[in-house]
């Protein structure tokens, strides 16, 4: 670790004139799990719209991999900067081999979109076993998984996901943060949007807390999950 591959500086977004994110800055090393923390209406869910392309920032710079992040969604997906949701979004009329295939739509090379299929079986036989079921008719757990399997089908090198354990049992909950855990180890970067800290800094290398469109505090996951006054009063 220590390579940057995600650069954030002084980064501001407004709606309507409020604030939603003040003057953050933060880095993303390659090869880690990074957990962005903070309760509803910190900014967390702005800040990876302004990551995704999906929210123009007001001031700052994004530098992913070395480069300037580009301004257009497409582009910031080919670069290799692939975001997960909140809600999943998976498409209900569509199989799950379809949602899988229209994660890897923007790619070319066949060989490799057939290993990465058996790859997200392999992190989610679940999905195999409903290859050919509409993703409508899967449980929340699974179109979770069948959203993450749909984000890797990408291939990229840094993962986004926004608050994953949303509405999920604990046991799915805890096969998640599992599975993401595997992902980081095989390669892929993560940075992770949560309102779960415990379970997200249970498997974060560092974190970050936000209020109110700051960043407030950041460590080692392990040193803020054993913060209880952090936990108390920032997390719930």
């Known amino acids: 670790m220590g390579d940057i591959i995600l650069q954030v500086d002084h980064l501001s977004a407004a709606y309507g004139g409020i604030r939603a994110i003040d003057d953050i800055s ?43 992040l580009p301004s257009k969604c497409y582009s910031i997906v080919e670069r290799g900067m692939v975001i997960v949701p909140e809600g999943r979004q998976i498409f209900y009329k569509l199989t799950v081999f379809e949602n899988l295939q229209i994660g890897c739509a923007q790619r070319t090379d066949r060989d490799g979109i057939r290993s990465d299929l058996e790859m997200v079986y392999g992190l989610f036989p679940r999905l195999r076993e409903r290859e050919k079921q509409y993703g409508g008719l899967l449980s929340g757990g699974e179109q979770q998984m069948l959203a993450i399997a749909r984000g890797l089908m990408a291939r990229p090198k840094l993962l986004m996901l926004d608050e994953p354990s949303l509405g999920l049992a604990p046991i799915i909950v805890n096969q998640i943060m599992e599975t993401l855990r595997q992902i980081a180890s095989s ?9 779960n800290a415990k379970k997200a800094l249970q498997i974060s290398d560092r ?29 719930g």
Not at 187 to 195: A, M
Not at 221 to 226: H, I, R
């Open 26 to 68: 933060f880095h993303v090393n390659r090869g880690e799990i990074v957990s962005m923390l903070g309760a509803n209406g910190a900014g967390k869910s702005t800040l990876l719209k302004c990551l995704s392309g999906e929210h123009r920032r007001l001031g700052g710079e994004i530098s992913f991999d070395g480069q300037p």
């Open 187 to 195: 390669g892929t970067t993560i940075l992770l949007i949560e309102q």
């Open 207 to 235: 974190a970050y807390v936000m209020n109110v469109g700051r960043i407030v505090l950041e460590g080692e996951g392990k040193a803020l999950l054993e913060d209880e006054q952090l936990m108390t009063a920032y997390l």
